[in-house]
Nanobody, 122 residues
């Protein structure tokens, strides 16, 4: 059983920042690729970012240079720092864990957190 708990969502004005965190068990953190997806109303779930075991990161073009994903091994936590938020960033953000990076990107055998709402006002 893989359990992921996201927190840090909320309401922010356009141009502002939020930091999302995803807490996992040590076993999950050490054995799965970790990343973030989001889903806005009426849209499909969208890839946001992934961090590899090597520390290499990938970002969707829509968030590149504004969002930063990181890992904290001591806390078994993945963080998504979101800066310069835009109205189009509003969505439910989901932490995700995949058996492989390729699987995570393809949403195959992916475990999901419950989601945390990010609302951007303008």
């Amino acid at each position: 059983q893989v359990q992921l708990v996201e927190y840090g969502g909320g309401l922010v004005q356009a141009g502002g920042s939020l930091r999302l965190s995803c807490a996992a068990s040590k076993r999950t953190f050490n054995n799965y690729a970790m990343g973030w997806f989001r889903q806005a109303p009426g849209k499909e779930r969208e890839f946001v970012s992934v961090i590899h075991w090597s520390g290499t990161t990938n970002y969707a073009d829509s968030v590149k240079d504004r969002f930063t994903v990181s890992r904290d091994s001591a806390k078994n936590t993945v963080t998504l720092q979101m800066n310069s938020l835009k109205s189009e960033d509003a969505a439910v953000y989901y932490c995700a864990a995949g058996e492989t990076v390729a699987g995570l990107l393809g949403t195959e055998n992916v475990y999901w957190g419950q989601g945390t709402q990010v609302t951007v006002s303008s």
